[in-house]
């Protein structure tokens, strides 16, 4: 192509106004979107760490006494027909997983009876380590306002939306057109038809009347507000999934950690306790076997909670629109600050200023012009025709022009249909605003119902569940301590309550976090604290200041070291079990 012919093409283009740059237009909205603040970090001592309590000092153990009997329980039923005693065992059912395993039974040697309780109840394996998670930028770890300025910058449906409200606009400019003339060239023939005979240019202009343009453009300027509205609240939304998948990174942090301590403590339990069933075997060879189940099912746990942290740290980079990142530190804990919200004060913001009820009200306003559009439709729009032309077969052949006025006469299409259709579209967007704010209540209410109740199981763990809990624990322990006899359930049933309460508690934290997300995006607020005061959570009991259990054996087995209290030194003779199962 010539260079001429490409410049010329190149001034049509510009003149027919195909170059609006609206790629750049949209990428300006986006990276304003990235740049406004979003989630700013709270002050210092919001985000501090809890203190960890001083461990608590070892504590001389009682002397063991004698080792209670291991109880056998027997029913015996007599009937008219069966004067004689017959013993009940009930089967497990095959179809139960481990119903195979063989009753326990120790050999009456005091050697072989050690050797087989040592090929039961081996050395658990080491616990798996927590995954490292490496130093962010500047060797800071990702805070929620930065994560969201990430989200931002590579949301697909931010450029999306971005790129509605550019379409919108054009429409917008579209609408304010006014028609354009139709120029061209006349040539009427001669009378006899051998030749030309009036030649010459004519120009043809459509007059709009009655304000249609007005009232057009009206209508499409409701649609860019409704798709900068749509622009908001995808943005909104795209925070509210960063906060989600923030809040569940910092749950499955927290949860491994204390996951961990619960493994430690449930593993160390069971050392001291087969340590002391090893070294005089005080107690039935079977209760240890509790104490392992209870090990393993906090490994699990533990394990469990390894796996959903790391694959929480994946959900979060899909949801910052990202490929790939190593897992980073990120900054903040579950237990610090929780925002309290009023449900009166919400909902009055979320009804006056939600997306989707300033949507609606715009949609009220765009069907009212869509009406009045329709009715003033059927007035004719003038169309006037001027021609200059010049006599070219007969003397004096002078130029001559002519003026043609014309307009529709609107008998047989009155644009009654549109105008049905019109008013029923004002009638159902008349009732959208009613219908948005009772949707918008009960999700409201919906969410607002699930903060309030994590909310009161969150205060109730944390002021009277978790803390009496410890002190049943440490009662326990303190009477194991005095009375040697108490009750081996009693302790078993402490760990377990405990460790479960504490499981609970974590859950529950999480599902109040998730609550309060699901608020603030009803607030469509770029600060979770909007609306809302900031109080703070105390943090979970320490585990490792628990006291332990006491070990009942002469001197400390390997790997167990300080963290095992030793009594005095037992007698030679040793406690046996004669073949009924008795202890002699």
């Known amino acids: ?221 409701m649609d860019l507000r409704n798709a900068e509205l749509a622009l908001r609240r995808a943005r909104s939304d795209l925070a509210t999934a960063v906060r989600n998948a923030y809040f569940a990174v910092l749950v499955a942090k927290e949860t491994v950690r204390v996951n961990e301590a619960l493994a430690r403590f449930t593993d160390q339990i069971y050392r001291l306790h087969i340590a002391g069933q090893l070294g005089i075997g005080a107690a039935a060879p079977y209760e240890p076997a509790a104490l392992r189940a209870q090990a393993y099912t906090t490994r699990l746990a533990y394990k469990q909670a390894i796996q959903t942290y790391l694959y929480s740290w994946k959900q979060l980079v899909t949801t910052l629109g990202l490929r790939q990142l190593p897992l980073t530190e990120v900054a903040g804990r579950i237990d610090t600050f929780i925002p309290y919200y009023d449900y009166d004060n919400v909902l009055a913001y979320v009804l006056r200023s939600h997306t989707d009820v300033l949507a609606a009200r715009n949609g009220l306003d765009k069907a009212r012009y869509n009406l009045k559009l329709a009715q003033i439709t059927p007035y004719p729009d003038v169309d006037f025709n001027v021609s200059f032309l010049k006599e070219y077969a007969l003397a004096p052949k002078q130029a001559v022009h002519t003026v043609t006025i014309g307009l529709p006469f609107p008998i047989w299409d009155q644009n009654k249909g549109n105008i049905m259709a019109a008013e029923a579209a004002l009638m159902r967007a008349t009732e959208e605003p009613h219908r948005v704010e009772e949707n918008l209540t009960n999700m409201l209410a919906t969410a607002y119902m699930g903060y309030k109740s994590n909310l009161d199981a969150l205060e109730y763990y944390r002021r009277y569940i978790l803390p009496d809990q410890v002190r049943y624990y440490r009662g326990v322990f303190e009477r194991r301590q005095i009375d040697i006899n108490a009750q081996f359930n009693d302790l078993v049933t402490a760990q377990q309550t405990l460790a479960t309460n504490v499981s609970a508690y974590l859950s529950i934290l999480g599902s109040l976090w998730s609550s309060v997300v699901s608020v603030a995006d009803l607030l469509e607020t770029d600060d979770l604290f909007q609306l809302a005061q900031p109080r703070e959570v105390p943090a979970l009991p320490d585990l490792e200041a628990l006291a332990p259990w006491p070990c009942c054996h002469a001197c400390p087995p390997a790997g167990l070291g300080r963290n095992c209290e030793c009594g005095p030194a037992q007698p030679e003779k040793q406690p046996m079990r004669n073949e009924n199962g008795n202890w002699e």
């Not at 300025?149 to 054009?170: C, K, M, T, Y």
């Open 1 to 221: 192509m010539s260079p001429r012919r490409l410049l010329a093409l190149s001034g049509f283009l510009l003149l027919g106004g195909c170059l609006y740059h609206v790629s750049e237009r949209a990428d300006e909205v986006v990276c304003a979107l990235a740049a406004q603040p979003f989630d700013l970090q709270p002050p210092a001592e919001m985000n501090a760490t809890a203190p960890t309590p001083p461990s608590a000092p070892a504590k001389k153990t009682a002397s063991p006494a004698t080792p209670d009997l291991d109880l056998q329980t027997t029913a015996y039923m007599q009937t008219k027909d069966q004067p004689e005693k017959m013993r009940l065992e009930p089967k497990i059912p095959p179809e139960i997983p481990g119903s195979e395993t063989p009753l326990l039974r120790l050999p009456r040697d005091r050697d072989a009876a050690q050797r087989e309780l040592k090929r039961i109840y081996p050395e658990l394996p080491a616990l798996p380590e927590v995954p490292v998670a490496q130093p962010g930028p500047d060797g800071q770890p990702y805070t929620l306002a930065a994560l969201q300025q990430i989200a931002a910058a590579n949301s697909p449906a931010l450029r999306q939306a971005a790129s509605d409200v550019e379409a919108a606009r054009g429409n917008l400019i579209q609408a304010r057109a006014y028609p354009n003339p139709t120029v061209g060239w006349n040539v009427q023939p001669s009378n006899d038809g051998s030749t030309a005979g009036l030649q010459g240019p004519f120009i043809d202009q459509t007059i709009r009347f009655a304000g249609k343009l007005k009232l057009a453009s009206a209508a499409a300027e």
